[in-house]
């Protein structure tokens, strides 16, 4: 019964965490080559606005997967599930890199670019503010990764 709570447990793990990797991905492979052909207050207003909802909505998931990839390590290594335990222990600490980095980087980038696009004042630096994002987005995309990951092999050696 232990082992098939910690699979659903690390199954809704990714779930939630392949929100957040999606959507740095999709940023990472597609979004920032088109910022890089707009200009700075185009590429401010859309970053603004996908801010301003991005970190209204976002924070669910991403707790989410935080919660349950914790859950799924205590519950394994409850469990004697020492393999899992680590893979899920794996899994959090990417993901608490992730909100480092989130946190000391990408989230000043936020609120500044949200701010900018609701006054609609575009700030002299808004071309390296989206650069100072951009700088992170990889070692961001790499960390998710690894968290998937390392959650689908909790559910298989669970």
Known sequence: MLTTAIQIIAIASVLANAVVYG???CFALITRSVYDKLDDRTVTISAGWGHYYGDRR??????????TAVAAT???????HASAAIAAGIAVVALVSWLG????????????????AQSGIIPPNARALQ???N????????????AVAALCATIALA
């Open 23 to 25: 959507t740095d991905a």
């Open 58 to 67: 976002m924070p669910i998931v991403g707790i989410g997967g935080v919660v």
């Open 131 to 133: 650069e100072k994002w």
């Open 74 to 80: 205590i519950l394994a290594a409850v469990g004697g």
């Open 135 to 146: 700088s992170v987005i990889a070692g961001r995309v790499a960390l998710q990764f690894i």
């Open 101 to 116: 980095i989130y946190v000391r980087v990408a989230k000043p980038v936020n609120t500044e670019q949200t701010a900018a």
